[in-house]
């Protein structure tokens, strides 16, 4: 692994089912987070983590819970998927304390919701 | 409420030189970024400007009047490769990145 992976790559689901996409970084950043990007709208923050163990909120988390048992992992669940959710989704890391905390991006989930 | 503008589309020759401002109204401000990305990627960094003034990286410039809330991204030499979208986005007050739509630029032989 070089960098930050994200899985799957796509993905269509069936509207209420339940879905995981996962995150995982080797630059041992403490920090993490999940964006979802629509057309004409900036990236929009969903869930963060500064630290394995700490979670918050960003701009848009109803519907969508993460977790952060380690440093490297910070998987986002879809409890029960509905078609707004449909988007693409960028998991991110930086290095917080560093004086520009770059956030670097994985390739992202393009999540279809029927 | 926070707010970040940039110009949706912006169409320029290749070799010559393009310009895509930023505006923005935050809740404070830790910092600006430039990023780029290609169509079905990832963003990727370019510039982070925290003082005013004018930081070179190659053929990217990036520019910042904190007093204005003003950026720009300065391309020169534009290649081919260059055609992609332009982020911009501002770290506020709790430390959280605020982002701009995009400007697509479209490079022309």
């Known amino acids: 692994i070089a960098g930050i992976t994200q899985a799957p790559t796509s993905q269509i689901l069936a509207a209420g089912r339940r879905m995981t996409l996962r995150c995982t970084q080797d630059m041992r950043h403490n920090a993490m987070y999940w964006y979802r990007q629509d057309l004409g709208l900036g990236l929009r923050l969903i869930h963060y983590s500064n630290t394995a163990g700490t979670t918050g909120k960003g701009e848009v988390p109803d519907g969508y819970s993460v977790s952060r048992a380690n440093t490297d992992d910070f998987p986002l669940t879809l409890a029960s998927a509905v078609p707004s959710q449909t988007s693409v989704y960028f998991c991110?890391?930086?290095?917080?304390?560093?004086?520009?905390?770059?956030?670097?991006f994985g390739p992202g989930t393009r999540l279809t919701v029927l | 409420g926070q707010n970040i503008d940039q110009p949706t589309e912006m169409t320029a020759t290749e070799g010559a030189i393009v310009q895509i401002n930023c505006t923005y109204q935050?809740?404070?401000?830790?910092?600006l970024f430039w990023y780029q990305q290609h169509a079905g990627e990832a963003p990727t960094f370019l510039s982070y400007n925290v003082l005013d003034g004018l930081e070179e990286k190659g053929r990217f410039s990036s520019f910042l009047s904190r007093s204005k809330g003003y950026s720009y991204l300065l391309l020169k030499e534009l290649q081919m490769k260059d055609s992609a979208s332009y982020l911009c986005a501002v770290r506020d007050s709790n430390y959280q990145l605020i982002w701009g739509a995009g400007t697509k630029l479209i490079i022309k032989p």
């Open positions: 991110a890391s930086s290095r917080l304390g560093e004086p520009t905390d770059t956030q670097y």
């Open positions: 935050t809740s404070g401000f830790n910092g």
